[in-house]
């Protein structure tokens, strides 16, 4: 039998865990505890994050989500318990160790804050405390957003919450976060988790996962780690995202929240209604077990619009003969720029149902499930300026000013519908077995993506006079009469197409931990190992008809003139007119079949991936230190199949034929990653870390997908044949990305609601993944032009992170962040500069918000060998809360105040690339809870 080295590495790490669980599981120990909850007077809130210590055996730990916390193996004695949590005094009670009996009581912390007490429980300074308290005490690097302050901000989902946190940044998607960015990292080398459970991505081709799908009000908190710990996935060089879901065990007893509310878009004019609500309960059952139960569901529908003018291709240089001298004369031009409307209405439906079992102090069961739906409803209208460089009119032609006699213009149409859905279900638990603590948890998840029935619908106009002023961020299209009549534009093409991505994955992990102590000082030993099998698909299936239309034009479909505020749009298409005469007639079109089977068979492919991760670390804290060091193996087997689509069109021969044949790859790869999170307390508001880490990121499914698309055409040319050939093509012998990072850091909490933070990160990146021409390989000799991703080489940067939060007695809420970096090469989506501004005040009655985002601009790729960047960015939002009562609040909250675009240049700021505007967004309703 042969052992491959893969194999042979997972065996010997294997057996070495087995042998130290082996090695620790025949020890004796004594099993004494101590067990309680952090929690307010009223025994109402539970506090994660709070820091417990017991002073004279120094030991200590951290508080759970539920407020609870235990001590195993404790000598008895009579001891001092100390608990702290940013915001609250300290506290400071004696307790007493009894042997072989355990301890179970609640802790009260605010107790003696008295009418402010709300200050650490309820509002804006109560979720700043919480999410402080688990950043300080936490083991790694980390931000925490948590329920209570996303609903103190204008953030509909969890992508707009986390841009709040320092390092962390987002690409919108009309006007509307989707994807996060740590770091200024490409989101495709995160890793995103539902309750500890994979998120894979419903979008076909990519990793990332838009987090705009999970509505805020099924969130418990979000958790961005910078730096990754042994016992954690090592697909994470810009970091890791956790979304926890509500337990019912966040809160003591019954709990409910009800939220209704509705939007404006001054660009659509139009209402958007959205209607939230939670409910949470504790059960003790006839056995004494606890049952908690936890829901909550949300649903969204947004109408909304955006107006969009864009350089499809850039510009470049374009060689044309002047008309009067007969001189060859060189501009700088653009070829096609297009005008676009976009109507769209979104909806977004959230739910989760959560089950939690403690069936006594030490063993815990539970069954999580999230559910989310989004649906994308999206009517596009587009005017295509088609320039021949041939045919421009010197005689208006100044500089940038262009006039073309006979250029051409399509007007089009895309009509689809996306749905995109997320399923997430998690079972797990954790049982003490004597001095041993094991967690365990099975998972499956699946995303899917589908179009429907998408309709792109294009009309041809020809011998217009158009021309074009650029001068800034949106060129000025200069047109005749007869580029607005609308019979002058004939029926072209209609491509139908129904799509579907589906990504799926089951994961089973287990830890296994045990505090013991080493030379009087307290450790913990932990290892563990995950299996994921995951499978990606990409089913395009395109239908693209070419003739047969009689004598449609745009005519037939024409609406009156689009109100469009970036120039002279014309009239509209209309949605039902097209989608009927389609209907009626598709039995007629001219099916071109081999174009037909080119898009459809070039663009789909399935891929899988199993992944084996074994992991051993080890916790020391000696003294104001705390390290956190050990090794993470990950072995990964990918397979892709896919075809090889080759069009040959052979003029000598007058034929034209479609190749299709299957190709298929397998590969596989290992890792051995070590880590060091160092942290040290000066005191109890200092504390410094440090974290060597090494992580990875698998390449894209699109980039490493078995795919070939090539086109091979044969010509004759004074009796001498020729055969040119081009071709795109997928890699999946893509090495993935490898990362070496250092983060130093400095954090100083002040004794109210606050944190002083400075943070030095440097990340070195190994097999860098960039699209290149690739034809001077010698497995493409004789290609004039091949485009393939591959390993592109190394890339570094180095980063400085700032933050600065404090809540005042007065009321007053001031945040400041920054971070800048300094990177070697052009990463995409990498920005020197991001911020946050937030100005704030709070008391009983009011809370009131101004906010603002910025980021600077940030390079995106390469266009005719010239970059494209997106401008700098700054967004201003403003939230509001009346608190009627202690149950009933008003809202009322303006997105996007300075009505920001987005806007992407070619090279330099006055060629326009993409000037996109969305309008001001108003939002007001009113929220109900039971505390």
Do not use: C
């Amino acid at each position: 039998m042969k052992i491959t080295k893969s194999k042979f590495k997972r065996s010997a790490l294997s057996r070495a865990l087995i042998g130290t669980l082996a090695l620790y599981a025949g020890q004796a120990a004594a099993n004494t505890e101590l067990e309680g909850r952090i929690t307010d007077q009223q025994n109402k809130v539970y506090f994660q994050g709070a820091h417990i210590k017991i002073a004279e055996l120094n030991v200590s730990t951290v508080s759970q989500r539920n407020g609870s916390f235990r001590f195993n193996n404790l000598p008895a004695g009579e001891y001092t318990l100390v608990i702290n949590y940013v915001g609250a005094p300290e506290v400071r009670k004696t307790i007493t160790i009894n042997a072989d009996k355990n301890s179970s009581q609640n802790y009260v912390i605010g107790e003696n804050l008295n009418s402010i007490e709300n200050v650490i429980v309820f509002g804006q300074r109560a979720g700043q405390a919480g999410a402080l308290s688990r950043q300080k005490n936490a083991n790694r690097v980390i931000s925490v957003v948590s329920a209570d302050a996303i609903g103190q901000l204008p953030d509909q989902n969890a992508t707009e919450a986390l841009q709040r946190l320092p390092g962390l940044s987002i690409q919108r998607d009309q006007g509307e976060g989707r994807f996060v960015a740590i770091r200024g990292i490409d989101p495709n080398l995160n890793n995103v988790t539902i309750n500890g459970l994979n998120v894979p991505s419903p979008e076909a081709g990519v990793r990332s996962v838009a987090l705009d799908v999970i509505p805020s009000e099924v969130v418990s908190s979000l958790e961005v780690s910078k730096t990754v710990t042994p016992d954690m996935d090592a697909n994470a060089i810009g970091g890791s995202i956790e979304v926890k879901s509500l337990s019912a065990f966040d809160r003591e007893g019954q709990y409910y929240s009800v939220n209704v509310q509705n939007s404006y878009n001054e660009l659509v004019g139009q209402n958007s209604p959205k209607v939230s609500g939670s409910y949470s309960q504790v059960f003790t059952l006839d056995n004494g077990y606890e049952l908690g139960v936890a829901g909550a569901l949300s649903w969204f529908s947004r109408k909304f619009a955006s107006e969009n003018v864009e350089t499809d291709g850039g510009w470049s240089t374009i060689e044309v003969e002047d008309e009067l001298t007969g001189d060859d004369v060189e501009i700088f031009g653009a070829e096609e720029i297009e005008q676009r409307q976009y109507r769209i209405e979104r909806e977004r439906i959230g739910a989760a149902i959560n089950l939690d079992l403690h069936t006594s102090n030490t063993d815990k069961y539970y069954l999580r499930s999230f559910y989310s739906e989004f649906s994308d409803d999206e009517y596009r209208q587009r005017k295509q300026f088609k320039f021949d460089a041939g045919a421009i009119d010197f005689a208006t032609y100044r500089n940038t000013n262009a006039q073309y006699s006979n250029a051409e213009m399509e007007r089009d149409t895309k009509d689809r519908f996306e749905q995109q859905q997320i399923l997430s279900m998690v079972a797990g638990g954790e049982n003490q077995i004597d001095t041993w603590l094991m967690e365990y948890q099975l998972g499956y998840s699946k995303s899917n993506e589908s179009e429907p029935d998408r309709l792109d619908v294009v009309f041809a106009g020809e011998d217009l006079a158009l021309g074009y002023t650029s001068s800034g961020e949106v060129p000025q299209l200069t047109q005749t009469a007869a580029a607005h009549d609308m019979s002058q534009f004939e029926l072209d093409e209609i491509v139908a197409e129904k799509n579907l991505s589906e990504d799926k994955e089951t994961s089973l992990r287990i830890d296994i931990s045990k505090d013991f102590v080493w030379h009087n000082y307290n450790s913990v030993v932990k290892f563990g190992g995950k299996y994921r099998s995951r499978e990606k698909f990409n089913q395009v299936n395109a239908s693209i008809y070419d003739g047969g239309f009689g004598e449609a034009t745009a005519q037939n479909f024409a609406t009156p003139p689009i109100e469009f505020s970036l120039g002279d749009f014309g009239p509209g298409l209309s949605r039902s007119g097209i989608q009927q005469f389609v209907l009626n007639n598709r039995n007629n079109f001219d099916l071109n079949t081999q174009e037909s089977a080119i898009e459809s068979q070039a663009n789909s492919y399935t891929s899988s991936e199993d992944v084996l991760a074994l992991y051993a670390m080890l916790t020391l804290d000696i003294d104001q230190w705390q390290i956190v060091t050990g090794l993470r193996y990950e072995d990964t087997d990918f397979s892709t199949q896919g075809n090889r689509v080759e069009l040959v069109v052979d003029e000598v021969a007058d034929s034209e034929n479609v190749l299709i044949n299957p190709w298929a790859v397998d590969k596989s790869d290992d890792h051995l990653l070590p880590s060091l999170n160092i942290k040290y307390s000066a005191s109890d508001k200092l504390i410094s870390r440090f974290a060597y880490t090494q992580t990875i990121a698998r390449p894209t499914f699109s980039d490493s997908a078995a795919f070939q698309l090539i086109e091979t055409e044969v010509t004759e040319d004074d009796g001498i044949t020729e055969t040119e050939r081009k071709a795109e093509v997928g890699n999946p012998d893509l090495k993935p990305y490898e990362s070496q990072n250092i983060d130093l850091s400095v954090e100083y909490y002040p004794n109210h609601i606050g944190i002083i933070s400075a943070g030095l990160f440097y990340k070195d990146i190994k097999n860098y993944i960039v699209q290149q021409e690739v034809q001077a390989q010698n497995q493409w000799a004789g290609y004039e032009e091949v485009i393939q991703a591959v390993n592109g080489g190394n890339a570094s940067l180095t980063g400085v992170e700032l933050a600065w939060n404090k809540s005042f007695d007065s009321g007053l809420l001031l945040g400041a962040n920054g971070t800048f970096v300094d990177a070697d090469s052009q990463l995409p989506n990498q920005s020197d500069m991001i911020g946050n501004l937030m100005f704030g005040f709070e008391n009983n009655d009011f809370s009131l918000r101004l906010s603002a985002s910025h980021k600077s601009k940030t390079y995106q790729f390469d266009d005719n060998d010239t970059g494209v960047y997106q401008a700098a960015h700054t967004q201003f939002d403003f939230s509001s809360k009346y608190h009627y009562s202690d149950t009933i609040q008003f809202f009322f909250s303006a997105v996007n105040l300075s009505d920001e675009p987005l806007y992407l240049y070619h090279g330099e700021n006055q060629y326009n690339y993409q000037y996109e505007q969305y309008g001001r967004t108003f939002e007001f309703g009113i929220s109900i809870s039971s505390m």
